[in-house]
Structure formats: structure tokens, C-alpha cells
T-cell receptor
Framework: GQQLNQSPQSMFIQEGEDVSMNCTSSSIFNTWLWYKQDPGEGPVLLIALYKAGELTSNGRLTAQFGITRKDSFLNISASIPSDVGIYFCAGQLPSWNQGGKLIFGQGTELSVKP | DTGVSQNPRHKITKRGQNVTFRCDPISEHNRLYWYRQTLGQGPEFLTYFQNEAQLEKSRLLSDRFSAERPKGSFSTLEIQRTEQGDSAMYLC??????????????FGPGTRLTVL
């Protein structure tokens, strides 16, 4: 089945540093989404990308939809302690034939040292 | 709170028992998805509904699993004869979509199932 390769698996950084993580796929997606998950909670949507090449920002977060539609990256600038958590990328399959379901990466666990 | 809600948040059961989880989606959303997440992994798709119709089921959904969305609003996921391998976080997500139009999915807090 389809799989997303997300890297790095974990990051341990100093507060104030910038962070970058990415996802690649062997399949094309029409939509890429980035979620953050805290322990014991459900994923929370951070950014949704709908067009190849699209660059979208949400506060200190910036994400891009790769031009080939097979990859995406997420940057976090000036990290703060509350950025700690697990970040997931997800590619969305078209609903007309595959239900609009999400295929998730394995996650990037971010730790921020104050 | 108008987000997706799930109940219970935690469930501990003995192997062989049946369990049922409930999901209440965002009220105007017509699509509802169930995912399962094991420790250290991303969520995996189980099944989805458009209104009351169950349109797709994953091969992960064995015949011990059944999901319903009787009135196109809340949904239930039942697991019969639970096994230790069913221990996981069960996540529900909802979205609004039309034919050919897919919108972002919003997740509930999940139900953590532990099978002893």
C-alpha cells in the first residue's frame, strides 16, 4: 500500500532554533496536511496544502506542497517549548475513488530544550 | 465546544469482551472517518462514511469490527471478542465534502483501548 517516508524521526533542539521536517511519497497526492499530536490526544491540524508548489504559512509555521506532488516540508521558526510533540504529515487520496482517506507518515518527535 | 468528540476517552477490557466507541463529528460535516493508531506509528485508515452510507472499509477491519452511522450524525465502532492486538488509540475524524471536493479532516481526542 501507499506509504509516506517522514524524516527525521526525532529532533532535539534548543529553544529559539528553527526546525525543518519533510515527507516523501512514491505516489502523487492532491492534498498534503500537517498535524501535531500531543500525548494521549488526537492530531490537531496545522496546515493544509491544496496546490502543487503552494507555500503556506500559519504563524511560525511554513509548509510547502512539492511541485512533483510527491513531497512536502514543514518549517517551524524560532521554536518554543510548547512546540514539543509529534508532527505528522498526511497525504489525502481523492474521494471519488479512494474515499478521501489520509495516509500518514511515521511522525517526527520534536523536543525543545528551554 | 464544536469540535469532534469521542467517548469514552479510555477503555480497559478483558480479552473476549465486546466494546463500543462513539464519535460525534462537527455538526455540519457529512463525512466521518475512523482510524487506528498504535504506539509510535501514524494513524491508519479503518473506514469512512458519507452521511449514513459506509463507503469503504480497510482490510485492517476484520469481521469482528463493525461501524455504523445510522442517521448520518454520530457514529459507533464496535469490536467483538476483543484481542490483545486490538489495543490501540481509535481516532475519529470528520470533514465536509462533495463529489470531487475533499476538505481537511478534523480529529477527535481519541479512545484509548487496552485489552488485558
Amino acid at each position: 500500500g501507499q506509504q509516506l517516508n517522514q524524516s527525521p524521526q526525532s529532533m532535539f533542539i534548543q529553544e529559539g532554533e528553527d526546525v525543518s521536517m519533510n515527507c516523501t511519497s512514491s505516489s502523487i497526492f492532491n492534498t498534503w496536511l500537517w498535524y501535531k499530536q500531543d500525548p494521549g490526544e488526537g492530531p490537531v491540524l496545522l496546515i493544509a496544502l491544496y496546490k502543487a508548489g503552494e507555500l503556506t504559512s500559519n504563524g511560525r509555521l511554513t509548509a510547502q506542497f512539492g511541485i512533483t506532488r510527491k513531497d512536502s516540508f514543514l518549517n517551524i521558526s524560532a521554536s518554543i517549548p510548547s512546540d514539543v510533540g509529534i508532527y505528522f504529515c498526511a497525504g489525502q487520496l481523492p474521494s471519488w475513488n479512494q474515499g478521501g482517506k489520509l495516509i500518514f507518515g511515521q511522525g517526527t518527535e520534536l523536543s525543545v530544550k528551554p | 465546544d464544536t469540535g469532534v468528540s469521542q467517548n469514552p476517552r479510555h477503555k480497559i477490557t478483558k480479552r473476549g469482551q465486546n466494546v463500543t466507541f462513539r464519535c460525534d463529528p462537527i455538526s455540519e460535516h457529512n463525512r466521518l472517518y475512523w482510524y487506528r493508531q498504535t504506539l509510535g506509528q501514524g494513524p491508519e485508515f479503518l473506514t469512512y462514511f458519507q452521511n449514513e452510507a459506509q463507503l469503504e472499509k480497510s482490510r485492517l477491519l476484520s469481521d469482528r469490527f463493525s461501524a455504523e452511522r445510522p442517521k448520518g450524525s454520530f457514529s459507533t465502532l464496535e469490536i467483538q471478542r476483543t484481542e490483545q492486538g486490538d489495543s490501540a488509540m481509535y481516532l475519529c475524524a470528520s470533514s465536509w465534502g462533495l463529489a470531487g471536493v475533499d476538505n481537511e479532516q478534523f480529529f477527535g481526542p481519541g479512545t484509548r483501548l487496552t485489552v488485558l
